[in-house]
């Protein structure tokens, strides 16, 4: 019998404490705009930051790692964990603040934020919620959109020599990951420069429309996160004017983009942008899917004015393939095509390497160029052929395990599906609601005209629930490795 495998978890331990530090950190924020705004919920929110922050303290402090390296297994333990116990901390304030969320409700809440999926359980006619509540929601979509670990890499230098490259191989989403600079924590420090620089252009973009500063910081960090979290003053001003429409809409494509592709913008490498086919793809499906809605619109005569038939339709594209979730006002009556392309719109999610979800465009390209070759081997079987992406031969390895992915990606969501039905719940709700939440879209059943939302569904759902929205962000395989006997075993 193989031994079994001693993982490092003191080590662990350690580096986990140090990201509940930061968490407990970024609690503070909240605990500022709660007092700004005379708000009770300033007490729940320290209260949970200092639990955090100590709980953090003594994973630190208490751990004494023999080995300060972490390998594969640790980094794929420590990633799948970490996203469920930042959740179960940052889930806190929900319940023992004015929101007076119940666990499960407040878990499923806390899960949605970090993995940018956006779904909520709250009713449309709730009570309205404080200010420190709603840019706590906000600030955890746009932790989760580029990466708890990845930002803790960027901060703590230290983690570079301590197996950082496989911590971030598990949790950025990705098929093949370039380190933009020469240490993966200096490219872990460009890459959420980028991000928060983007997220300050848009904050300050909205701020000079429609948006006054609270909702223009909260509505910029949905949007960079393509979580889809916004304020309901930020709602309606996103919808209010054709700048504040099209301002969003070109920072959601952005999210959408492999931010590796913004870094070699920045820096002049235009000609690597220029070469990249998923990009070129990703832009073409935009264009050509916005045509489709606008004339499937004007067709049924679906339209009220003429931003129905042009902002409306590439706004709610964008919005659905970079898996953000913002709903155009009356997108729900565009008809059954509309719908149909949506599902597509869903599966695909944009490009890899960026805050979208989805299966991502990187994925079918190499499904489309892999299926041609085969179908071409059909007549001339002899035929030696390989998947090209972006000039470049990709290793038969790497499309296996492509192919592979795709495969769990729509076993999970038809396992998810049927889970959700055996517990009571319509089946177009049970399957529509499993594939919004593994493709981090957060589209509530109501969208097909034939369900709900997420308001009603009973506890043992909502966990199910997160537990899509965690595979869909870690992309299945950093999560079921842990459910295997090779895991645990040399």
Partial sequence: MAAVNRLNIPMLLKVMGGLLIIEGAFMALPVAVALHYGESDWLPFLISACVTAALGTVFRRGARPGRSMLGKRESYLLTGTVWVV????????????????????AFFEAMSGFTTTGATVRAADAPPLSHAVMMWQALMQWLGGMGIILFTLAVIPG??????????????????????????????????????TLTLVLAL??????????????????TMSTGGYATP??????????????????????????????????MGRWHKVRAN??????????????????????LTHRYTDWRDLSVGPLFQVVSTFTSTGYIWPGFQGWGQFVLALTFIMMFSGGCAG???????????????????????????????????????????????KVISFLALYMIVIVVGGVVLAAMGLPTVDSFFSAFACISNTGFGASVTGYGDDFTDMPAAATMVLSALMLIGRLEIFTILVLFTRSFWRR
């Avoid at 990705?174 to 200096?186: A, E, F, L, V, Y």
């Avoid at 909205?206 to 960090?221: H, K």
């Fill in 86 to 105: 930042f959740s179960l901390l940052g889930m806190l304030p929900l319940i023992i603040g004015t929101a007076q969320m119940d666990a499960s409700d």
């Fill in 159 to 196: 983690l570079n020599s301590s197996g950082g490259m496989q911590m971030f191989n598990a949790e950025v989403p990705g098929i093949t990951h370039d380190k933009i600079m020469p240490r993966i924590s200096q490219t872990a420090m460009s890459l959420w420069g980028i991000y928060a």
């Fill in 205 to 222: 973009l909205l701020w000079a429309g429609p948006m006054g500063p609270f909702d223009a910081v909260c509505v910029a960090f949905g």
């Fill in 233 to 266: 003053a930020g709602a309606e001003a996103i919808f209010s004017s054709t700048y504040s429409t099209l301002t969003v809409t070109l920072f959601m494509l952005l999210g959408g983009i492999n931010f590796t592709l913004i870094f070699n913008a920045i």
């Fill in 277 to 298: 086919d998923i990009l070129r793809i990703f832009l073409w499906c935009i264009v050509i899917f916005t045509a489709m809605f606008a004339a499937s619109i004007a």
């Fill in 354 to 400: 960026s805050t979208s979800g989805g299966a991502k465009i990187d994925r079918l390209l190499y499904l489309q160029r892999r299926t041609a070759n085969e179908l071409h081997r059909c007549l001339y079987p002899n035929s030696i052929l390989s998947v090209r992406i972006n000039g470049a031969i990709q290793s038969p390895e790497l499309v296996g």
